[in-house]
C-alpha cells in the first residue's frame, strides 16, 4: 500500500521566524499582520513568533540564513517590491527570490517565500489584504503546512 506523508494546519507548538522587509511598509505591514492572524488562528503562540525587520527586500535572504540557526521550526520571509522607472526593480526582485532560494536550499527547515513582486500599487495593494487576498496570510498556511510535513519527515531514532 501507498504511503502518503502530508503536513498539516496545526501550528500549535511551532516556533516561527518572519523576516519583513520595511521598504514599502504600507503594504508589508498587511502582509505581516496577515501572517501572523493566520498563524495564531491555526494554534500558534505569539510569543513564539519572532519578528525581524529589515530594510529592504534585498536584506530579507540575509537576516533569514541568520535566524535558521536560531531554534525556528519555520521561516517566513515578506516584502514588497514594486515596478519603477528604472531597472532597479529587476535587480532587487531576482536577487531577492535568489537569496531566498538559496537559504531554502541550505536550510534544514522551511524557509518561505512571500515576497511581493508587482509592476505598480495597486496590485501590491490587491494582494496585501485586497480583492486578491493576503499573500502574507497564504504564505503563512503554507509555513504551517511545511513545518508540519518537515517534523513529520525528521529521522527516526
Known amino acids: 500500500m501507498v504511503k502518503f506523508i502530508e503536513g498539516g494546519l496545526d501550528a500549535s507548538g511551532l516556533k516561527v521566524g518572519i523576516v519583513v ?13 496577515g501572517a501572523i492572524n493566520e498563524l495564531v488562528s491555526h ?17 530579507i535572504p ?9 531554534d525556528k521550526d519555520v521561516i517566513i520571509c515578506l516584502g514588497a517590491v514594486i515596478r519603477g522607472g528604472t531597472p532597479h526593480f529587476d535587480y532587487v526582485a531576482t536577487e531577492t527570490a ?3 532560494a538559496s537559504v531554502a536550499r541550505d536550510a534544514d527547515i522551511p ?8 509592476d505598480n500599487i495597486k496590485q501590491a495593494e490587491d494582494r496585501s489584504g485586497g480583492k486578491f487576498g493576503n499573500k ?3 504564505t503563512a498556511l503554507a509555513a504551517i503546512e511545511m513545518a508540519t510535513l518537515f517534523k513529520k519527515l525528521q529521522p527516526l531514532t
Open 43 to 59: 494554534g500558534a503562540d505569539e510569543n513564539a513568533i519572532e519578528v525581524i525587520r529589515v530594510p529592504g527586500a534585498f536584506e
Open 136 to 138: 502574507g496570510a497564504e
Open 62 to 70: 540575509m537576516a533569514a540564513k541568520k535566524i535558521c540557526s536560531r
Open 21 to 33: 522587509s520595511r521598504f514599502n511598509t504600507s503594504i508589508t505591514e498587511h502582509l505581516l499582520n
Open 111 to 118: 524557509v518561505m517565500f512571500g515576497v511581493l513582486t508587482t
Open 98 to 100: 535568489s537569496g531566498v
